[in-house]
Nanobody, 127 residues
Framework: VQLQACGGGLVQAGGSLRLSCAAS????????MGWFRHPPGKEREFVAA????????YYKDDVKGRFTISRDNAKNTVYLQMNSLKAEDTAVYYC?????????????????????WGQGTQVTVSS
């Protein structure tokens, strides 16, 4: 599967952005999907993940209540709605796909658990 992320940009603190991740090559419904980000000077970190049918989601603590991950399998696209943005949300954001079948409701949060990655999209939040 190939992943293409877009929707980044420059926004003022308190503003909103919606990132999109379009999949091609295979149905996105095949994969658990995640969003990660790479802040300047830091390591890539988990942001959010969503199950194949969208019924289960998980978020990094400091984005809970501000970010929402969703998916439209008919459009082969996953989204990250980001509200109340803060300067510390500034990063390159990546979408990723995991083909593993896990037991129960587990959602992967580690970089190494994801098999496919899109190119990043820059999000810059000015304070």
């Amino acid at each position: 599967v190939q992943l293409q992320a877009c929707g980044g940009g420059l926004v003022q603190a308190g503003g909103s952005l919606r990132l999109s991740c379009a999949a091609s090559g295979r149905p996105v419904s095949t994969y658990i999907m995640g969003w990660f980000r790479h802040p300047p000077g830091k390591e890539r970190e988990f942001v959010a993940a969503i199950s194949r049918r969208g019924g289960n989601t998980y978020y990094k603590d400091d984005v809970k209540g501000r970010f929402t991950i969703s998916r439209d399998n008919a459009k082969n696209t996953v989204y990250l709605q980001m509200n109340s943005l803060k300067a510390e949300d500034t990063a390159v954001y990546y979408c990723a796909a995991d083909r593993t079948d896990y037991d129960g409701t587990y959602l992967p949060m580690r970089v190494a658990e994801y098999n496919y990655w899109g190119q990043g999209t820059q999000v810059t939040v000015s304070s």
